[in-house]
């Protein structure tokens, strides 16, 4: 059985990522990409599904953990009877290859440590070929092979136990035991045996000199580090695309079917990641990240997607893998996203948003990015009238949702500061008009003047999270009293526990059964509003419980079951820790502002 969620932390090569329990256990890995087949596969269901457990034999044993500072590399230090080891899990950086290493090193006594391995490929759909490698191996290394998969494992000899190979050695003190686990295409020849030593020195470098660059000062500095590094950790080596997490299929409602393939890239997660990067130093990676969203997206603008792969991939069709029983029985495990075929009219709004947020930090212009944006306003132009599946993919009948009609606004906005701001060449007057005719719509249909707040769709009384993002954008200011009356509304209508819903499940046609947890990344955007409108205690408040519901390593999933007292939903989410990167800078930005 799994882990709660908050109980496993990651690590990652920035081209894959691995889940790691506190037991000791890998039981989430996808190699060589995010989003390639698992071959540990027990975090969607049991052991029987794929892991690699390395852990003291003693049962009664301990364990703490925590990331090497300014890394992504995980120490966890189990006390047992007899003594104290420190397992250090990483992938190295930069290597160009698929690799894991777990060094287990002996502080003091002795200890026997036990593993446990189970090779999953294609998610838990095959079992592998497994033989012991050739005698001219320095050391015990076991070979699996499936179809196009083949992985060796170095280190402590394994011994078949039916389709799992388990191991015990032991450590006395100063003792250093290596095991490190490679992937590679099962035509090529066996990888050389890594060199750990280098490998942990030029990963520890790595880390290290990005951590340093990051500009931040402020208040809950180490949370802005973490969530930084994270999301570096999600951002692809090669491509630049950044996951919206690590995992696929964990559940926005334990026993429920809200689950969903998350290791893929959404637009709208680009555009809030180019402005965090280029908020805190990061001008080259900013850079790359724009010249990612410029390639996804070039081409017939009515081709343009919500979610793209991590190369900029277009097909992602979804379908229900029956290899993997889901999380806690939560069914189905789905593979691929459906929302890809959606229309969701807030996305060039936000690649809009984006790009003018490059220029106003000053990145040169990138070549063809203005055409391509033109090409991308023509579109909207023909198009600004329709209606779309919103921001949170609604299965149901398309609508005018509010927030996607300001993402309209925006972009049109957007379009004109181009040309009025940078002198770029465009129809600045057509622009203009249709700006202020999205606008004069809005406020017609989009606001309930009676309750004296904005709604989530035209000709409807609801409300929902994502209107705390139109101060976000500049449709209205964060104390303008049609703003104030939209928190009042979501405090009264969305948030039952004191976090903030997406929007009421019960009420809304999302083709989907009523039920979810807060959305974590809603009640950032909540504490961003709070401190922008002057609600400085607010502000604090929310932000240090959020703040205490990551986990003792600082992730974030995408939702959180109060009444549960875990988190709920893919992990790591890039969303949560973004919004928790922006709502950090707004009380900073907040502190000199009048309180309310």
């Not at 446990?116 to 699996?144: C, K, N």
């Not at 060796?152 to 290596?178: I, M, N, S």
């Not at 000053?362 to 033109?374: D, F, I, K, T």
Request: proline share 5%; with cysteine; aromatic share 8%.
């Amino acid at each position: 059985m799994p882990l709660p969620i908050e109980d496993y932390a990651m690590i990652s090569d920035c081209q894959s990522a691995a889940l790691v329990g506190r037991d000791g256990s890998i039981d989430w890995l996808c190699f060589p990409r995010y989003d390639s087949p698992s071959m540990f596969g027990a975090l969607l269901g049991d052991e029987s599904n794929g892991r690699w457990l390395v852990a003291p034999a003693d049962p009664d044993a301990t364990s703490t953990r925590a990331y090497l500072e300014g890394t992504f590399m995980l120490v966890t230090t189990w006390t047992t009877a007899t003594g104290v080891v420190e397992v250090t899990d990483f992938m190295p950086h930069g290597n160009r290859r698929a690799d894991m290493v777990r060094r287990v090193q002996c502080v003091s006594g002795t200890v026997t440590m036990h593993q446990d391995l189970r090779i999953r490929f294609l998610y838990s759909a095959a079992v592998p070929w497994m033989r012991q490698a050739e005698r001219h191996e320095a050391t015990p290394a076991l070979l699996a092979v499936a179809g196009p998969d083949a992985v060796v494992v170095r280190g402590p000899r394994l011994k078949a136990k039916g389709t799992t190979h388990q191991g015990e050695f032991a450590l006395t003190a100063g003792d250093v035991v290596d095991l490190s686990l490679t992937w590679y295409p099962s035509h090529r020849p066996v990888p050389d045996r890594l060199d750990v030593d280098g490998s942990i020195d030029a990963s520890l470098e790595w880390w290290r000199r990005w951590t340093r660059d990051i500009e931040h000062e402020g208040p809950y500095h180490a949370a802005v580090v973490r969530s930084l590094i994270l999301l570096r950790a999600l951002t692809h080596e090669d491509t630049g695309g950044i996951a919206a997490a690590a995992t696929t299929s964990l559940p926005e409602q334990f026993g429920g079917e809200r689950n969903w393939d998350y290791r893929y890239v959404w637009l709208r997660d680009a555009a809030l990641t180019l402005s965090v990067l280029m908020e805190h130093g990061f001008r080259l990676e900013a850079d790359q990240w724009r010249g990612w969203l410029l390639r996804a997206i070039a081409g017939d603008p009515a081709d343009v997607q919500i979610m793209y792969g991590l190369a900029g991939e277009r097909d992602l069709p979804e379908r229900i893998v029956s290899t993997l029983p889901g999380y806690l029985g939560s069914a189905p495990v789905r593979i691929g996203n459906g929302a890809v075929d959606q229309y969701q009219a807030d996305v060039i709004g936000e690649v809009m948003v984006a790009l003018s947020d490059a220029r106003e930090h000053g990145l040169e212009e990138a070549r063809h990015a203005w055409p391509l944006q033109r090409a991308l306003m023509s579109f909207t132009e023909q198009h600004w009238q329709r209606k779309d599946s919103g921001i949170w993919e609604m299965r149901g009948p398309e609508q005018h949702f509010t927030h996607s009609r300001v993402m309209v606004w925006a972009a049109f906005d957007r379009a004109v500061r181009a040309v009025e701001r940078f002198g770029l060449d465009g129809p600045v007057d057509t622009w203009r008009d249709l700006r202020e005719r999205v606008r004069a719509e809005i406020e017609e249909h989009g606001f309930d003047a009676e309750r004296g707040t904005y709604v989530q769709a035209y000709g409807t009384t609801e409300v929902d999270a994502s209107l705390l993002v139109l101060p976000q954008v500049g449709y209205v200011e964060p104390d303008d009293p049609r703003m104030l009356g939209t928190v009042t509304a979501i405090e009264q209508d969305l948030m039952p526990d004191g976090l903030v819903l997406r929007y009421r499940t019960a009420a809304a046609a999302d083709g989907l059964p009523p039920g979810e947890y807060p959305f974590l990344a809603c009640s950032f955007w909540l504490v961003e509003q709070y401190a922008a409108s002057g609600r400085r205690e607010a502000a604090e408040a929310l932000m240090e419980r959020l703040l205490g519901l990551a986990n003792d390593v600082g992730m974030l999933s995408e939702e959180y079951d109060v009444q549960g007292g875990r988190q709920a939903g893919n992990t790591p989410q890039a969303l949560s820790h973004l919004a928790l990167v922006r709502a950090a800078d707004a009380i900073q930005r907040g502190a000199d502002r009048p309180v309310r």
